[in-house]
């Protein structure tokens, strides 16, 4: 495979998903930038890392990052609502500004077409495949490839996740 095969073989931009307000998310607003994919859930355990998660786009948005978070309710059934239910919640609860997609399904046959493009990555453990849990995290670089995947329990603003990051924005991954 060529180098330019490989490089869009992830690409999320072409990607179909509707946006959490409804309508459309165009993914290829993101093109050029980079963009942390995060599965999300409003009633888990890990719901608090909404906060850092907001903090992390704020710092490096003005550098051509973003957050784009999926609500996902195949765990246990922890996100629930209706999609004004969860921007609701996101709002009031964390100050969410990061664009937000509608719920989708992160594993199985109904796995979203962006999932099926992220889910070959591996993180630093060697885990590739299915999402484990909410708030697996998938850095894409500004190509739309995959640079980077963190397990649910790593906090948004782990050291790890602030040096992919810097180096992704910068254009090194």
Not at 11 to 31: C, K, M, N, T
Not at 60 to 89: D, H, K, R, W
Not at 109 to 138: C, M, Q
Request: include cysteine.
């Amino acid at each position: 495979m060529s180098d330019e095969a490989q490089s869009t073989a992830g690409d999320i931009y072409e990607v179909e998903i509707g946006a959490l307000s409804g309508g459309a998310a165009d993914l290829g607003q993101f093109r050029g930038r980079t963009v942390l994919v995060v599965n999300v859930a409003s009633r888990c355990g890990l719901t608090p890392q909404y906060a850092g998660l907001e903090r992390l786009h704020e710092r490096y948005e003005p550098q051509g990052f973003s957050v784009l978070g999926v609500p996902c309710n195949q765990f246990m059934g922890q996100e629930p609502g209706t999609a004004g239910e969860i921007a609701e919640f996101c709002s009031a609860t964390y100050g969410v500004t990061f664009p937000m997609t509608e719920k989708v399904e992160v594993n199985g046959e109904g796995r979203h077409p962006l999932y099926r493009r992220l889910v070959d990555f591996a993180d630093t453990e060697g885990h590739s495949g299915d999402i484990r849990w909410n708030f697996e995290k998938f850095l894409v670089g500004p190509d739309g490839a995959v640079v980077a995947r963190f397990s649910p329990q790593t906090e948004p603003e782990a050291p790890e996740v602030l040096a992919a990051v810097e180096k992704a924005t910068a254009g090194g991954h």
